[in-house]
């Protein structure tokens, strides 16, 4: 199982020592919900490499493969494609990801992934297309549920990643993780992964680690976000806050 944490406020290099330490497997750069530029996702992809760190970088909805090129080019083993709706959109989602044949994505030289050795070329379209350019599709609406199985059929999607803020939001139930609609489309994504042999991923549930334990433990799921650098810092100040006013002169 694999444990991420997001990072989406910080662009210090210092974040993803201390995510190591902490003993996640692997940072989720945000470049959708956040402020970050692609040169910062870069440099924090590139840290993480050299610390034994896997970095994931998920990218605005529909930014254009121009854009994914730039975030795999900058050290990213895998991108998370917000919104998949449909068969379609995952498979261009692995277009713009791979290497011919599995895709169009254009070759350069000199890539943060090999420490920018020389390595032949036709090593590096082999070993990236391989290992370095995970497909993450992000399960976030009521069609995608309906479309999970043609999703997670598409040879080049690895993960199945559900998004639980926004899928609750357009359900109608926001945050209410134990509602029996939320509970029915994990087993409906679980479902379609176990049958397709694909990963389910789970995010946004952050604060209900009963929830957590059953999806992973009951249907399966092995890539857990697990929180962002920005609520791990607020959560921790504020318990600090909290126990200095709790103090008596």
């Known amino acids: 199982m694999s444990q991420a944490v997001a990072i989406k406020t910080t662009a210090a290099s210092e974040v993803v020592l201390l995510a190591r330490a902490a003993g996640y497997d692997s940072i989720f750069v945000d470049l959708e919900h956040s402020t970050l530029a692609i040169h910062d996702a870069s440099s924090l992809c590139t840290t993480a490499l050299l610390a034994g760190v896997t970095p994931f970088v998920r990218v605005p909805h529909n930014c254009g493969s121009g854009f994914v090129q730039r975030v795999l080019d900058g050290g990213a083993v895998g991108v998370v494609y917000p919104h998949v709706n449909t068969e379609a959109e995952a498979r261009e989602a692995v277009t713009v990801t791979k290497f011919p044949p599995s895709g169009t994505r254009s070759l350069t030289a000199a890539l943060p992934h090999f420490l920018y050795e020389r390595v032949d070329a036709k090593e590096v379209v082999s070993q990236i ?7 993450f599709a992000m399960i976030e ?43 029915d489309v ?12 694909k990963i389910f991923g789970i995010s946004g549930i952050y604060t209900k680690p009963d929830i957590v334990q059953a999806t992973v433990r009951d249907l399966g799921a092995r890539y857990i976000l697990g929180h962002s650098d920005m609520g791990l810092l607020s959560m921790a100040m504020n318990k600090n806050a909290e126990m200095l006013r709790e103090l008596q002169p």
Do not use: Y
């Open 186 to 197: 994990l087993r409906a994504v679980s479902e379609a992964c176990r049958a397709n042999g």
């Open 129 to 135: 297309n391989e290992t370095g350019s995970t497909v």
């Open 141 to 183: 609406t009521s069609e995608a549920v309906r479309n999970a199985h043609a999703i997670a059929s598409v040879p080049g999607v690895d993960v199945l990643l559900l998004g639980a803020n926004d899928l609750s939001l357009e359900l109608g139930i926001l945050g209410e993780w134990e509602n029996p609609d939320f509970q």
